[in-house]
């Protein structure tokens, strides 16, 4: 068998003169996304709640940073647009940030995101019961199946996120453009907008990694047997 083969190649002495497996780090993230690729849709699914997530965290910051940029170039009509589009600015304000409801929606989608990752993980890994029991048989320890778990959350989390943060990143300078005009767009920096697309993204990575822990934890700590008495 394949993962007789993968788990059986890489033997490593200890001190007492005990055999452990060692599961190389190319071939455990061959594993996982082979994973991904036979759990295509659930993946999607379950990816599809993150891109949701960074991209409203994403079109909040892209925005602040225009309405920032649009006051930073000192253009009295620019600072005008804003007030009659509903920022509250003070006679003295130089920069807008989110309001307290925008931050507690925020919170409380990515919270959402994650509970729904905790969720689909811990069905991924009933789904899965046989597929861990077979590779503790075959010598895998608890941590290579950590791992394994971890490498798939972390390939869905960076490309969820990234997704969300372009849509997010899009629809921000779509709306601003359609009401500033092309004007206002030009006036954000490029370094603000990196900023917020990386600040998005990594927020991505760390929810879709804090989703699976538990699951993760979960899936490390089943014994064999019990695994693989488990009916499919």
Request: positive net charge; charged residues 15%.
């Amino acid at each position: 068998m394949a993962q007789e083969r993968i788990f059986s190649d890489y033997p490593q002495k200890t001190a007492r003169g005990n055999r452990l497996v060692v599961l190389p780090f190319g071939t455990s993230l061959e594993i996982a996304f082979k994973s991904i690729k036979v759990r295509f849709f659930r993946v999607l699914i379950t990816t599809l709640s993150l891109v949701l997530a960074v991209s409203f965290l994403s079109f909040v910051d892209v925005s602040n940073d225009i309405a920032n940029g649009m006051l930073a170039s000192g253009d009295p009509d620019l600072r005008q647009s804003l007030v009659r589009a509903g920022y509250d600015l003070g006679p003295q304000d130089v920069n807008v940030a989110s309001t307290p409801k925008q931050r507690w929606i925020i919170i409380l989608s990515l919270l959402v995101c994650v509970v729904g990752i905790v969720n689909a993980q811990l069905m991924a890994v009933t789904e899965r019961f046989r597929e861990i029991g077979t590779m503790k048989c075959l010598g895998a320890l608890d941590r290579f199946v950590l791992r394994l778990f971890l490498l798939e959350a972390g390939m869905q989390g960076m490309v969820g996120a990234a997704c969300g943060a372009i849509a997010g990143t899009l629809f921000a300078l779509a709306g601003a453009l359609a009401r500033f005009g092309a004007e206002a767009v030009q006036q954000v920096g490029l370094t603000d907008l990196a900023v917020s697309f990386a600040w998005a993204t990594a927020t991505g990575v760390v929810l879709s990694l804090l989703g699976v822990l538990y699951p993760a934890w979960v899936a490390a700590r089943m014994q064999p047997v019990e695994a693989m008495r488990v009916e499919q």
